[in-house]
């Protein structure tokens, strides 16, 4: 079926359903590259979401599901299908005593801004970090000796069909940037957080020494999907592409942060297609190097 008589047939199943033909992924990734998507879905409720992912299955279409497309890079070609963006639209959040229950949209940056409000501790950590809850809970997003696994408590996720799936901690198999809701190919729709009492003078002022980290060691003037490569066991990734003289390496507008070599930046109007070839070139040269394979962090989509 055609992408306009299919976004017919979906406005005619799901008229309350906002959807998008032909939307530009460079206007949904923090990389700021990416060819458009056939069909761009935003749902605002877990029924709208699974209807949706109901319909297109029955379609046979290639989804993705994405936060705010923090961890993403899309090919220039654009993606053959459709893209289901969980973000500002899907993005509920509730407090009752020492847990926090939001919807998987909600950035983790709102989210710790909200447990600083009602003087909750335990989020601190998260507060820096450019995603959104359901990509932080799926990859056990961490910083500075903190991951997510400190504070989940329950999980609601759906399958590909759109079947509800409920989890407490654990039965998530979390790890480092691992889990089973991303081994399964899970969505992460809900998610209940367990915290603890804090004093709130003391929770902004780690937050704001983290942040403050952050913008003296990342290079968040420019464009980027933040680390770009997984932490090698027994090493760090930036610190080997420095030491294989890569700082700065540029391929047209991508390159090889100067300020810290584990971030790969668009210097302004790098394409998808500059980036992945520095992304290869780095792997490369770390190899030669040192044996060490980098792996990727970030997320690759779509069509050359």
């Not at 998987?104 to 409000?117: D, E």
């Not at 890569?246 to 790969?264: D, M, T």
Request: glycine share 10%.
């Amino acid at each position: 079926m055609h992408k306009s008589q299919l976004a017919h047939e979906i406005r005619k199943a799901m008229p309350r359903l906002r959807l998008r033909t032909d939307e530009p992924m460079q206007n949904h990734t923090s990389f700021r590259v990416g060819g458009p998507a056939d069909l761009m879905l935003l749902p605002r409720s877990v029924e709208e979401l699974c209807q949706a992912l109901q319909f297109l299955g029955n379609q046979h279409l290639p989804v993705y599901i994405m936060g705010n497309g923090s961890n993403l890079l899309v090919r220039d070609g654009g993606f053959r299908g459709a893209v289901i963006k969980l973000g500002d639209n899907f993005n509920d959040v509730l407090v009752k005593d020492t847990q926090i229950w939001a919807q998987a949209g909600i950035s983790l940056a709102k989210l710790a801004h909200v447990a600083w409000q009602v003087s909750l501790a335990g989020l601190e950590f998260a507060s820096g970090i450019p995603g959104t809850l359901g990509g932080a809970v799926a990859m056990n997003a961490g910083a500075y000796g903190r991951e997510m696994a400190d504070v989940i408590q329950q999980v609601v996720c759906c399958d590909r069909e759109g079947h509800l799936h409920y989890f407490s901690k654990g039965d998530l198999a979390l790890g480092y940037r691992t889990s089973r809701v991303r081994s399964d190919g899970h969505i992460v729709l809900e998610v209940e957080l367990q915290l603890e009492p804090g004093d709130q003078q003391v929770i902004k002022s780690e937050m704001e020494a983290l942040n403050q980290l952050r913008r003296e060691k990342q290079p968040l003037n420019f464009a980027s999907a933040g680390s770009t490569f997984k932490r090698p066991p027994g090493y760090y990734a930036g610190q080997l592409i420095d030491e294989a003289g890569l700082r700065g390496l540029a391929v047209g507008q991508a390159q090889v942060s100067e300020k810290h070599c584990g971030f790969i930046i668009n210097r302004g109007s790098a394409t998808a297609s500059e980036i992945l070839e520095l992304i290869n070139l780095v792997q490369h040269r770390v190899w030669d190097k040192f044996r060490v394979k980098l792996e990727l962090e970030v997320q690759v989509i779509g069509e050359d």
